[in-house]
């Protein structure tokens, strides 16, 4: 779905990303995990087609990336919903910016709704909502047009830790209907090792890739496995790959 | 009973100063061309109401409006011009800037050659005066949009006339609704400024009427007139944000 060739990313002196290099198989779930700062950020704004890179290339189905890609789900650390629309209609949002009728998606837009646990939410405000619900409110709007590519830039990361425990296996629920491909950035050791197959292990700046982890888990993956022995000995190896200037 | 109070607390300041005024002018004996008593302020109104409201609508309303019209078109038309054609921000907003610094009321007399002693004068001298907030609040309203949502819009297949009608606009309400409710009064100003210079209709034209017969009372009255047609066009815009923008203030009340 997804392949990187030697991506490197400068801003002026400094580099963000040295060198990455990595693909990512259809209906995989792929994290990124590294120290703040390592790029991981600025790595998934080159696969969006944001930013250029200033080196390398990245290809999404095989056609280089120029410019921003079609057919692709993006949730950001916040929210990012319009005040002015309800839960309904912000999810809606990206419907309308592609230029078709809202009303051929709102079963489709109902149905995440449901999915997400915000059913009896659809026409509040974001304002009524609490940090989390509004996330969710991100992640169906992500999905609505039913993409095959989801990028996700820390989605959790302004949340509170109980909040997010609880999303990561909300994520895992709706994401398990779609089995979209997914790359996933987080400085979440437990959270990538959750969710994901795959795990980038990256170093701090100029961002390489240390490792590349398999999760071989199954699924779906329950809460009771965090002390499984052998989710406890993948987080660990993930952890040994960072650098002492990770900060938790 | 005592909730009825709460509610007329707002009003008490009025009453306790009308009083105050009303007693202190009989007892102190003031003349009334120096400060006349509101009972004789509103007698004199009641006396020239007709003549009061024709002044303000036809002639100061009038102007006011449609100068705060013109500016509200000119000036959201220029922040789009500035907001979209970025090279245009720096080269225009200086001269802005220093324009914005000419006190406009100086600006009058050069106006009465320009534009006579009509309405357009007064026109003019609304527009100018408003026009500078509302350009300066539309270019926030219509260009600080998080970087987030318009990557998110563009990554949807946004082009950037649906960016603009579907995020841009809207986000600009609020500050439109903001600047006109600084503008309204500057634009009133203008009008009575520019009645004060020229032309012999307005509530600007009575207030100096007023004046050059020492008719106090009429001065007060028309000053009356004046701030009750500004309370009136404020409440206006405030009803309208009320009813378009339910959700900024839900976000301030947050």
Known sequence: ??????????????TAIGDMSFN????????????SGCGKSTALRVIAGLTEPTAGKVLVRGAEVRGPIKDVGMVFQAPVLL????????????????????????????????????EGFENHAPYQLSGGMQQRVAICRALVSSPQLLL???????LDIMTRERMGFELQKIWSVGRQTVIFVTHSITEAVLLSDTIVVMSGRPGTIKKIVKVDLPRPRLASMMKDPRFVELAADVRDQIDAQWVE | MINALKHLRPFLGFVVLLVVWQVGVRLANFPEYILPAPTVILARLWATRNEQLYHLF???????????????????????????????????????????SIPKIAVAPLLVIWFGLGAETKIVLAFLLS??????????????????????????GGTPWRIFLKVRLINAVPYITDALRIAFPLALVGSIVGEFIAGNVGAGYLVLSGQFNLDTPLVFAALLCITLFATLGITLIGLLENHFVTWKHSTRRR
Do not use: C
């Open chain 2, 131 to 156: 026009v500078f907030p509302i350009f300066v609040n539309s270019i926030t309203g219509l260009g600080e949009i998080e970087a987030d949502v318009l990557d998110l819009s563009r990554l949807s």
């Open chain 1, 1 to 14: 779905m997804v392949t990187i060739e030697g991506l490197k990313k400068s801003f002026g002196e400094v």
């Open chain 1, 83 to 118: 005040p002015w629309r309800s839960v309904l209609t912000n999810v809606l949002f990206p419907i309308e910016m592609r230029g078709e009728r809202r009303s051929k998606y709102q079963a489709k837009a109902l149905e995440l709704i449901k999915l997400a646990g915000l």
């Open chain 1, 152 to 158: 996700m830039d820390e989605p959790f990361g302004a």
């Open chain 1, 24 to 35: 990512v198989a259809n209906h995989e779930f792929l994290s990124i995990v590294g120290p």
């Open chain 2, 58 to 100: 036809v002639a100061t309303g009038f102007t006011t409006v449609v100068g705060l019209a013109l500016a509200l078109v000119v000036g959201v038309l220029m922040a789009l011009a500035v907001v979209y054609i970025k090279p245009l921000k720096a080269m225009i907003m200086p001269l802005l800037a220093a324009f914005n």
